[in-house]
């Protein structure tokens, strides 16, 4: 993988969409001088229309990034892939056309883009038929030599048989003499140069996933491995890189403290994010305000009550603050106290249903964002009864907190709505990751994403 702005990419996917931005750049070329050359017009040199051919490429990348192209199924779905390209051409095509609408002479032909987002689909398919297939072979996965052959060992093999891994395994080393859970693995007393084994085998990175490391830790051979120069990576720091999630069956906080993330420089990405906040959440309530006051005159209709929903959550450093929604649920909904939402939720009104299953009834939220309570992108918050009460039972949960809470975050793209402690604890291990690596880059990507959220929305309730 390649770490960028402290977000990890995979190789196949980094290319992939290199490859995307270069034939995107090729059909909206090809579209210009197509239209050009009908209507008899010179087409320029390529300088006089670079800008706006980059701004077609980026833009459709941008809207391919928010829809899933890249996603684990649509690398191993043609099917899959090709119709979220349509969706993210058309999705580029429409706010293009409608920024030259509202900018006619100065931005982009409608007939060009047309024309563009048929050479794209073409070009775009192509790539994943020719290219994609090979993406997935072993020639494009890391080789992996684990030291340990227990239960860490085990959950590395089963992360690689998964459709989708970025490595393969090709051998385990058993550093005890206790009894193996992966099978084949060779004892370590068998291997008379670990470094020439490792480099036998072609192996590029070393995973330490020892079940004991205390007076176990193989110092000598792991240098050995580090000078050889193939990277020397320990499990927990491993599993954070292939999952995008912090693991907390294995996590202690020397890792935590010692390994890479809450970065001090973090100050100024937080300026910036407030800025964006503020200019975001400004705009935002200024052209979805209909929509709200809509929606709440017909919330109101529906049944007796308030339009709108307040409830104490937990924020920043576990201050607590008043969040607002369009309210989904009927007035004595929490009359026993509050308790997670559940499938087909008895509670929740037939208006309600529609405003959580499109997004709605979150708008009002981004009033909350201009306040400075929350941010568009962050760890949910919770309410203080359900904090209080997850804190006891989940290691680390508190420092979800050193981060200010969101609309949007990296939980809630990555993992289906939970509702018990075992969807808490797996959605606390992708909050983690987001606090331990935030950067306005991995913002950025999250923010693009919730539009598939918002789509194909299967999480809701």
């Known amino acids: 993988m390649v770490r960028l702005f402290k977000h990890y990419i995979p190789h196949a996917v980094l290319l992939l969409g290199a490859l995307d931005f270069v034939l995107l750049f090729i ?32 833009t459709t990348l941008a809207a ?3 829809v899933g192209v890249y996603g684990s199924e649509a690398l191993r779905s043609l099917r899959f892939a090709c119709a979220r390209l349509l969706v993210a051409i058309s999705l580029t095509i429409l706010a293009l056309a409608l920024l030259d609408f509202l900018l006619p002479g100065h931005t982009y032909w409608r007939s060009i883009l047309l ?11 192509l790539n994943r038929m020719l290219v994609g297939g090979l ?31 970025g490595f393969t395994i090709v051998g385990f080393v058993s550093m005890t003499e206790s009894a193996d859970l992966v099978p084949g693995a060779v004892q370590r007393s068998a291997i008379a140069d670990l470094s020439g084994h490792v480099t036998g085998l072609g192996a590029t990175e070393v995973v330490l996933a020892l079940e004991e490391r205390r007076n176990s830790l193989p110092l000598k051979d792991l240098l050995r491995v580090k000078t050889a120069g193939v990277h020397v990576n320990e499990f927990s720091s491993f599993m954070e890189r292939e999952t995008g999630r912090v693991d ?28 964006f906040d503020i200019v975001a959440s400004g705009l935002l309530l200024l052209l979805t305000f209909p929509v709200i006051a809509l929606f709440a ?95 006891d039972k989940l290691p680390f949960y508190a420092e979800r907190h050193m981060v200010k809470p969101g609309i949007t975050g990296w939980a809630q793209i990555n993992y289906p709505y939970g509702a018990s402690i075992e969807d808490s604890r797996h959605k606390l291990e992708y909050n983690l990751y987001y606090a331990k690596n935030y950067t306005p880059f991995l913002d ?3 923010m693009l994403q919730t539009l598939r959220v918002v789509l194909w929305p299967e999480g809701a309730r």
């Open 135 to 165: 993406l997935g072979t072993s020639a494009f996965r890391r080789r992996i030599l684990v030291l340990g052959a227990g239960a860490r060992a085990q959950r590395l093999k089963d992360l690689s048989e998964k459709e989708g891994s």
């Open 248 to 275: 907390l069956d294995t996590l202690n906080p020397s890792w935590l403290i010692f390994s890479d993330g809450f970065s001090s420089g973090r100050a100024i990405s937080s300026f910036a994010k407030r800025v």
């Open 27 to 58: 059909a909206a070329d090809l579209a210009w001088n197509l239209r050009v050359s009908q209507i008899d017009a010179e087409a320029g040199d390529m300088a006089s229309r670079l800008g706006p051919l980059v701004g077609y490429a980026v």
């Open 115 to 125: 024309y563009a987002m048929a050479l794209a689909a073409v070009l775009l398919v």
């Open 444 to 446: 950025l990507l999250i």
């Open 297 to 391: 005159v017909i919330v109101k209709l529906e049944s007796r009550g308030p339009a709108f929903f307040r409830q104490k959550r937990v924020g920043l450093y576990g201050q607590t603050f008043e969040l607002i929604k369009l309210r989904s649920m009927c007035t004595d909904a929490e009359k026993d106290g509050a308790k997670w939402a559940e499938k087909n939720d008895p509670r929740i009104t037939r208006v309600g249903a529609f405003i959580r299953k499109v997004r709605i009834d979150e708008l009002p939220q981004v009033w909350t964002v201009l306040c400075g309570h929350m941010s568009f992108v962050g760890p949910r918050p919770e309410v203080p009864t359900f904090v209080d009460d997850l804190e």
């Open 64 to 66: 391919m990034i928010a």
